[in-house]
């Protein structure tokens, strides 16, 4: 008797167009479907939803941190 492990993928939802898209390291548009309807989120993100404050992360500096 063998183990036949078959791990499912992570399934998202498209948000532009709804279609199911396959979380995969392949899938260079996650969660988008394609690149056309990451676009046209980022697009319509970009222009009006949020505006564009610039580089604003948090760095944790993890050489501090380790120092010994
Ligand atoms: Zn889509």
């Not at 167009?17 to 260079?28: D, G, H, I, N, P």
């Not at 989120?41 to 120092?67: N, T």
Request: overall charge negative; charged content about 25%; some cysteine.
């Amino acid at each position: 008797m063998s183990v036949n492990y078959k791990p499912m993928p992570t399934q998202v939802i498209c948000p532009n167009c709804q279609q199911t898209v396959l979380w995969t390291k392949e899938s260079a548009f996650k969660p988008f479907c394609s690149e056309r309807c990451k676009m046209i989120d980022l697009g319509d993100w970009a222009s009006e939803k949020h505006a564009i404050a610039g580089e604003d992360v948090q760095y944790v500096d993890q050489e501090d941190y380790l120092e010994h």
